[in-house]
């Protein structure tokens, strides 16, 4: 017997005690001081206790239980939803000061029905069997204006036609003027981004040529949205400028009843570098800087908790349900639960990659054509081919990360984006478990 390649073990933050964790095996637990000194000594009292987990296992048989879970997740990802981006323009009616799309080329006009047809008809057959729902993104998807709303109207209606669910992600200005139309088939959820209280948001994301606030008309729309039972997601880009305003942001959807609303949920984004460069890398968090520092404000401003629970890595779900998650034994949904399109034709792999020129994987318009090859090296990448993967007890918690930007910075999809684990872990096991 000897110690499992995937146990993760570390002390937890702020206390005496440590975490052992490990994915594969299915098991966590807390380690006092003295059985954390026998684990790192090889010396158990509990030897069986260990065995039984899986924490002290015989290699040969660690590695046909590693390819049955394998098998497994394979499985279970092929019959999974599929989420299907399309954008109809990469335009957008905000400047906010750290867009990575600001280098495409921003076009909006009439786009052709036959280019909408095309796509149902693609999604239709591409995925046919398959559970399935299509995400509007941009640019910006709910621009004023005729043609902007003449498309909405025409997508959306073809989407009930199709009974395609249909999600949305806006930066929310023009939400109140599209609400009339969210009846024309399943709305799944809106997704809105507000960086802070209306001075923080307000100087983050302008309008173009304009400067006219746009805190205030978003908070409108989303009140709007929950006023006639739509689910939202609010999404917060942080970064330097505004996670120390987190809290007041916090108490701000909560003294609106947003919090308490069934409906809503919220996510926080880092801030980082995607396709080019940052106009102020200073301003950037490592992910471990970013969570770290989520932390200690959270032990100040507790109130944040109402309005988001942060995951740290596995803590969250574990806390949540009292069992770990499946092994991931791949984060990267490109080419596999994810795909995008946009209004020139083109298919991309995923959301990270779409109008990214270069990227593109063929066209489903106005003639079908896919580069197999391209698709089969993004179906392919996971854990077991990303070499720096395989010695790594933090693979089946990090599933190799993004793809994209495992491309964007190494040359190689089949490279790492190495998420930090260890650390998230020793924060979430902290908060969820020993400062209740």
């Known amino acids: 017997m000897e110690l499992s390649k995937h146990n993760i073990f570390s002390q937890i933050n702020g206390s005496e005690n440590y975490l052992l964790v490990n994915l594969l095996h299915g098991e966590a637990d807390i380690l006092d001081p003295e059985t954390a000194k026998q684990y790192t000594q090889g010396s158990f009292k509990d030897r069986d206790k260990f065995i039984e987990k899986g924490y002290l296992t015989d290699a040969d048989q660690e590695k046909i239980l590693f390819k049955n879970r394998y098998l497994d997740f394979l499985d279970n990802r092929d019959n999974d939803e599929v989420q299907i981006f399309f954008v109809p323009w990469y335009a957008c009616n905000f400047n906010c000061s750290y867009c990575y799309q600001d280098e495409y ?12 047809t ?20 941009g640019g910006e998807p709910l621009l004023h204006g005729k043609n902007a709303r ?12 199709n009974n395609i669910d249909i999600a949305i992600v806006t930066n929310g200005y023009h939400l109140i003027d599209y609400i009339d139309l969210f009846d024309k088939c399943t709305i799944r959820e809106i997704q809105v981004t507000i960086d802070g209280v209306q001075a923080i948001h307000d100087q983050r994301r302008p309008l173009k040529n304009s400067s006219e606030g746009t805190f205030e008309r978003i908070s409108e729309g989303i009140d709007r949205l929950i006023e006639n039972g739509y689910n939202v997601n609010l999404r917060t880009v942080i970064d330097r400028d505004n996670i120390d305003h987190l809290p007041e942001l916090a108490s701000y959807a909560i003294d609106k009843g947003w919090t308490a609303y069934d409906g809503f949920k919220t996510q926080l984004g880092r801030n980082y570098s995607l396709h080019h460069c940052q106009s102020a890398p200073d301003m950037l968090f490592s992910r ?32 949540e349900n009292g069992e770990l998650p499946d092994p991931l034994f791949d984060a990267c949904p ?6 995008a399109f946009d209004y020139t034709g083109k298919i991309f792999p995923c959301t990270a990659t779409v109008g990214k020129a270069g990227d593109e994987l063929g066209t489903f318009y106005p003639e ?22 395989h010695s790594c007890e933090l693979a089946l918690a990090c599933g190799g990360g993004c793809g994209s930007v495992a491309l964007n910075e190494s040359g190689n999809i089949n490279s790492p984006d190495c998420n930090p684990v260890r650390r998230l872990l020793e924060l979430g096991i902290s908060h969820y478990f020993e400062k209740e």
């Open 150 to 161: 003449e498309f909405l109207d025409t997508f959306l209606t073809m989407a009930g036609n």
């Open 334 to 339: 490109a080419c596999k639960t994810e795909w």
């Open 105 to 116: 080329t921003n076009v909006e006009g009439t786009i052709d029905i036959e280019i909408i």
């Open 118 to 137: 095309a796509f149902f008809e693609y999604i239709n057959n591409k995925f046919a069997g398959r559970r399935k729902y299509v995400t509007l993104f």
């Open 288 to 319: 471990a800087e970013l969570w770290e520092k989520l932390y200690l404000l959270i032990q100040s401003y507790p109130e944040i908790i109402e309005f988001h629970k942060p995951a740290f890595s596995v803590s969250k779900f574990l806390y």
């Open 368 to 389: 079908y054509s896919l580069d197999s090859n391209k698709v089969e090296e993004w179906e392919s990448r996971d854990i077991t081919v990303i070499d720096k993967c």
